[in-house]
């Protein structure tokens, strides 16, 4: 068997190294290559879509030559509630199965927690060393993908479905990924409609002990609103690494936006959580009160404190913002969202509601899905709701705050 003839440290520093020079468009025959020194028939990289709808698959270089004149290429696309690779990709977990003698698996590609697409490996048999394998190919191909991605058009293009807005572009421009997290905490965001996204935005990075928070939403939903948000959250950013508290970045926030985008209001949260203690530290300015969840259900009331009016008037007559304070218990859920979400209606009228929002999120985390997964079937669930037809920018930020009972033990029962 190959595998024999080249151990696994082997092939994969080959990769790496192989990697730093590497086109966006050669992924696929990297890995491809790699895959067979490694024992396996086959490898493919399937990426999900900018919805989380479909699995599509990296294009070949002919295919991706195509993408980049034409906008557009015949790339093999599987659904991502129907499917075996979907479900790989939905659990987080190896999905096998045996087709025509030999077997192949799916394998999530993972950055940090944020899930990116999966990997498709076949080979005559995937016992445990061979998809131990397969497990290290798809954390470098993970790892190779993120490192391209802002280097070329070709994986942007592979993600989306349709031509984006140009506010939506700024916007997704300026946010991070849409997971990040430790063995403490996981903050997950999602944002409809994707590709004509206007006013809203959100920001979450850990820093040290702290993880900071941010949620935006600018008046309006044409390019000014955007603008609006990405302005916030640069101030937002370059108060947080010169070292600014909560209340600096919101002055900073309503300052810039008074000074270089005039009769633009924007509201927003902005908060800390401490991952070491729980303590949560939050302001908020004209936006829907947070929700905090726990053992399944909301606790009434416990994030909800007076509003400070929205930013963007820079009146000096009107006090600072007050810092808010709670202190989360393990398996903690703090639910951060725009009034497009609670504020979306059906066809009849029927608003969605806080209730069924945080009905939505309890169950299925009650299942044992990660946060990014709860989220996706969130905003299916509000697609649904409005018949596929967002009147208002959605926008959702869930914390989940998931102490280690022990340095050894690794994230409280529970927690994927």
């Given at each position: ?25 050669e992924i696929p025959g990297l890995v491809q290559a790699a895959a ?84 498709k490996v076949s080979a005559p048999r995937l016992d445990p060393p ?223 509601g806080e209730a069924r929002l945080a009905d939505t999120v309890a ?54």
């Amino acid at each position: 068997m190959a595998a024999q003839d080249a151990g696994l440290g082997e092939v994969l520093a080959d990769v790496l190294a192989a990697a730093h020079r590497l086109a966006p468009r050669e992924i696929p025959g990297l890995v491809q290559a790699a895959a067979v020194r490694l024992g396996l028939s086959r490898a493919s990289v399937y990426l999900a879509d900018l919805q989380q709808q479909h699995l599509v698959a990296l294009p070949t270089p002919a295919q991706a030559e195509l993408l980049v004149r034409s906008g557009s290429a015949a790339l093999e696309t599987l659904v991502v509630d129907t499917s075996l690779a979907g479900r790989a990709y939905r659990t987080e977990a190896v999905q096998t199965t045996e087709d025509g003698g030999a077997e192949s698996g799916w394998l999530p590609l993972v950055d940090g927690i944020e899930r990116l697409g999966v990997l498709k490996v076949s080979a005559p048999r995937l016992d445990p060393p061979a998809l131990a394998r397969c497990r290290a190919l798809a954390s470098l191909t993970a790892l190779i993908l993120v490192s391209k991605q802002h280097q070329s058009d070709v994986l942007a293009q592979t993600m989306r479905t349709r031509p984006m807005t140009l506010q939506a572009e700024l916007l997704w421009a300026f946010v991070p990924p849409r997971t990040i997290g430790t063995t403490e905490v996981t903050s997950a965001a999602a944002l409809e409609p994707a590709y004509e996204i206007g006013g809203d935005a959100f920001d979450h990075s850990l820093a040290g002990r702290r993880l900071h928070l941010t949620l935006l939403d600018a008046m309006g939903h044409d390019l000014a609103s955007g603008g609006c948000s990405a302005v916030a959250l640069s101030a937002c950013r370059s108060t947080r690494r010169a070292g600014g508290g909560l209340a600096d970045i919101a002055e900073q926030i309503d300052r810039t936006l008074a000074r270089w985008i005039p009769d633009r209001l924007l509201t927003c949260v902005l908060a800390d959580l401490d991952i070491a203690t729980g303590r949560l530290d939050w302001i908020n300015c004209g936006h829907p009160a947070p929700l905090l969840l726990r053992a399944g259900r909301i606790v009434t009331g416990a994030l909800e404190r007076p509003a400070h009016l929205p930013l963007g008037l820079n009146d000096p007559g009107l006090p600072a913002p007050a810092v808010h304070t709670a202190r989360l218990q393990p398996g903690d859920r703090v639910l951060m969202f725009t009034d497009g979400v609670t504020e979306a209606r059906s066809p009849d009228g029927e608003l969605f509601g806080e209730a069924r929002l945080a009905d939505t999120v309890a169950r299925a985390m009650a299942d044992g899905l990660p946060a990014p997964e709860a989220l996706r079937r969130l905003i299916q669930q509000i697609l649904h709701h409005q018949d596929q037809r967002l009147r208002d920018d959605a926008t959702i930020l869930l914390t989940e705050w998931h102490p280690s009972r022990d340095p050894g033990q690794g994230p409280a029962r529970g927690v994927r």
